[in-house]
Structures are given as C-alpha cells and as structure tokens.
C-alpha cells in the first residue's frame, strides 16, 4: 500500500528566512508526487510535481522540492517565506495518497 | 474562466436524510474525483471517475453513491447510511486519468448534519 507523512503538525519560519515542509513516501515502484496548497476554507492549488528526471523541481510562487529515492523524500522548499505563504500544506502520492497537512505560519 | 464549481458551500442537514452535492467542471477534463477532508487526517478518496458512464470505489466509498452522466458532472450523494457524514468535501478533475497530471479543485462544500 502506497502512503505519504508530513510529521510535523505545524511549521513556524520568520519572514524572509528560508521554508522547509517535510514529506516523506511509501509505494512500490516509481513514485508520482505532489505538492499543493491550500488557504482557509478553500480547495487545493497545485504547486508543483516529480514525475521523472532532475530531482530538483521548481514550481509556482517561488516554491521548489527536492526528491530524494534514497531517503523516500520530497521536501518542499521555498528560499525565502512571504507572510503570504501562510497556508495548509499537503503532499500527495498519486491521486490516492494524501499527507494529513502541514500548517505553515510566518511570522512578520 | 475554466474551473470546478461545488455548490453549495454550505449544507446543513438532518440525520437520516440523503443529501447531494453538485460539481461541475468546464475543463473538458476526463476524470473527476470526490474526496473528503477532516482536520488533521489530510484528504480521502471517496469515489473517481476516469470516464463517462464509469467510477470506481476509493478508500472510503461506504454510505456515499455518486453518478457520471455527463463529463461536465460528476455529483456525490451523502447518504443516511454514513454513519459521521458532517465534514468539508472536495471535488477535483484532471486532464486525464493518469498517474502524473495534477488534480485541479473546486472551493469545497461543507456539510453539516445534525
């Protein structure tokens, strides 16, 4: 069975300092993975994707992850957070494996 | 503009009672999806469908029905069967049914039963 986790609940950065969100995978095979954010009461944006090829991605708004086989990982990063950034977080697998969310506040 | 639009946004209904939510997409997109969002468990597969006239069961398909007439339409019917049924519930479409195109989602509708 494939699966995502973000471990950590919430992630609290400074404005203008660097923003980390942690996701990790498990499936059998070549994985599909996503990032998408999501503001208060809202549906999902899609951020960026990692299907194949170069292990660094860049998506929308600054926003860009890294994937690592090795370590089943595909982090989400952004070089410097905007209090704009503030937002739920999900990681997905496919269409069929979500993260439970990270909270990101940054603070002004 | 192209989009997803759920209505209504809000729903409150009374226990024992089916209620149905609408979704419709001006994509021309081929598969749609139904997913349900509860705080701090991230999102769950409901039901999908890759193509008119055709859906498959997600993970948590009991108490919940839903139909594919048209393209345009992919609508999910809350039934009394379900047993915690109050929760925010999205509907999404990609391109096409494959692995690695996006998921493109409506503003949700939040259901309230009591």
């Known amino acids: 069975a494939q699966s995502v986790a973000q471990p950590e609940d919430q992630v609290n950065v400074a404005e203008g300092n660097p923003l980390t969100v942690k996701c990790t995978y498990s499936v059998s095979g070549n994985p599909y993975l996503f990032w998408y954010v999501q503001y208060p009461n809202r549906g999902l944006q899609f951020l960026l994707k990692?299907?194949?090829?170069?292990?660094l991605v860049k998506g929308s708004y600054g926003f860009e992850a890294e994937f690592n086989k090795s370590q089943t990982s595909f982090h989400l990063k952004k070089p410097s957070a905007l209090v704009s950034d503030s937002a739920l977080y999900f990681c997905a697998l496919d269409r069929l494996a979500f993260g439970k969310g990270n909270q990101v506040v940054v603070i002004p | 503009d192209g989009g997803i639009t759920q209505s209504p946004k809000y729903l409150f209904r009374k226990e024992g009672q089916n209620v149905t939510l609408s979704c419709e997409q001006n994509l021309n997109h081929d598969a749609m999806y139904w997913y349900r969002q509860d705080p701090g468990q991230g999102l769950r597969l409901i039901y999908y469908s890759q193509i008119v006239n055709d859906f498959q069961k997600g993970d948590i398909a009991e108490g919940y029905s839903v139909s594919r007439e048209k393209k345009e339409s992919f609508p999910l019917t809350v039934t009394s069967a379900q047993k915690n049924p109050t929760a925010f519930y999205l509907c999404?479409?990609?391109?096409?049914?494959?692995?690695?195109?996006?998921?493109?989602f409506g503003n949700g509708t939040r259901l309230t039963v009591t």
């Open positions: 999404a479409s990609s391109i096409f049914s494959g692995s690695n195109s996006p998921l493109h």
């Open positions: 990692y299907i194949t090829g170069d292990n």
